[in-house]
Nanobody, 124 residues
Framework: QVQLVESGGGLVQAGGSLRLSCAAS????????MGWFRQAPGKEREFVAV????????YYADSVKGRFTISRDNAKNTVYLQMNSLKPEDTAVYYC?????????????????WGPGTQVTVSS
């Protein structure tokens, strides 16, 4: 059993940066694939990034590639999403998710634990 809580969201101007954090508690943190998703009003929840614990590998959606970086600190049981060069279309509620899959997946159904989300708003 793992519990997740996101933090670090807020209001930022286009071109600015934010770092989101996802604190995990409960079951062994290092055994999980950790992903970030986002959802804007009227849109489907979309994949942003995932970190695979087994090899430390990372994968990104094309829309954020080169701008966002996912990282993981097992000592702190925390996953981060560094967001640079933010655009208004990045505005959404961002969710942290933990999964038990052995291969990266962009599907929300591949993740069995979710945080409550944190709002990110990018102004023009």
């Amino acid at each position: 059993q793992v519990q997740l809580v996101e933090s670090g969201g807020g209001l930022v101007q286009a071109g600015g940066s934010l770092r989101l954090s996802c604190a995990a508690s409960g079951r062994t943190f290092r055994s999980y694939a950790m992903g970030w998703f986002r959802q804007a009003p009227g849109k489907e929840r979309e994949f942003v990034a995932v970190h695979m614990q087994s090899a430390g590998s990372t994968y990104y959606a094309d829309s954020v590639k080169g701008r966002f970086t996912i990282s993981r600190d097992n000592a702190k049981n925390t996953v981060y999403l560094q967001m640079n060069s933010l655009k208004p279309e990045d505005t959404a509620v961002y969710y942290c998710a933990a999964g038990t899959v052995f291969t990266p997946s962009p599907r929300p159904t591949a993740y069995n634990t979710w945080g409550p989300g944190t709002q990110v708003t990018v102004s023009s």
